[in-house]
């Protein structure tokens, strides 16, 4: 039985989180770092989702280096906020500035 998962600079992509996220609600996967893979707020959002669920059984959560920004960030708040389990959470380095490209006239 898999219960920790390692996959720091392993360039998964979006695609290849939200899968992980996906299925964090039917597993018992305890540990889970996602260090440096350029992640974005909706990869936050999905492991948010997950953890809201109530069947996620992650303790341990390691998102640094990566994008999640202050909407990704809102959005593991409030899921954490809401009495889940997870004992540690990893958000160093993190691109949490919205910047907005302004038109040059």
Same mark, same amino acid.
């Given at each position: 039985?898999?219960?920790? @998962?390692? @996959?720091?600079?392993?360039?998964?992509? %979006?695609?290849?989180?939200? *899968?992980? %996220?996906?299925?964090?609600?039917?597993?018992?996967?305890?540990?889970?770092?996602?260090?440096?893979?350029?992640?974005? %707020? %909706?990869?936050?959002?999905?492991? *948010?989702? *997950?953890?809201?669920?109530?069947?996620?059984? @992650?303790?341990?959560?390691?998102?640094? *280096?990566?994008?999640?920004?202050?909407?990704?960030?809102?959005?593991?708040?409030?899921?954490?906020?809401?009495?889940?389990?997870?004992?540690?959470?990893?958000?160093?380095?993190?691109?949490?500035?919205?910047?907005?490209?302004?038109?040059?006239?």
């Amino acid at each position: 039985m898999l219960i920790s @998962l390692d @996959l720091e600079r392993n360039r998964i992509g %979006a695609k290849g989180a939200k *899968a992980i %996220a996906a299925a964090l609600s039917s597993a018992v996967l305890t540990d889970l770092n996602l260090r440096f893979n350029s992640l974005g %707020a %909706a990869v936050a959002k999905a492991i *948010a989702e *997950a953890l809201g669920s109530g069947r996620a059984a @992650l303790k341990t959560l390691d998102l640094a *280096a990566n994008d999640i920004g202050p909407k990704g960030a809102k959005a593991l708040a409030t899921a954490l906020g809401s009495g889940k389990e997870v004992t540690r959470l990893g958000l160093g380095h993190l691109m949490m500035a919205e910047t907005r490209r302004r038109k040059r006239c």
